[in-house]
């Protein structure tokens, strides 16, 4: 479906989820908020790189991806897909211990 254009509306920007360490492996929200299907995400790794596993081997990305190697300071960008919530593990290089039960939601 193409976008429609809107006078005064602003251009859509990708949302940045980004993954650190601050005492364990996290982004800033446990439950990260993606938007629409057919938006954009960016994925950053600050200062560390970071290994994602979505669990169950879903994830909220189309095409679905269970497995997100991030290296130290890249950012990799996904289209989201499917509405839902969606577990996922996040392994920072820099810290070992992970953030507990964070997840992806696509409203």
Known sequence: MAEKEHKGEK?????????????????KEKHTHLGQPGSHVDLHAKGTAVTITFGGGI???????????????????YKVGS??????NAACKACETPADDPDMIVP
């Open 83 to 88: 509405y839902g919530t969606y577990k996922y």
């Open 59 to 77: 994830s909220p990305f189309d095409p679905n991806v269970d497995h997100i190697d991030l290296a130290k300071d890249q950012t990799k960008t």
């Open 11 to 27: 251009p859509k920007h990708n949302l940045t989820v980004t993954f650190a360490c601050s005492g364990v492996c996290k982004t």
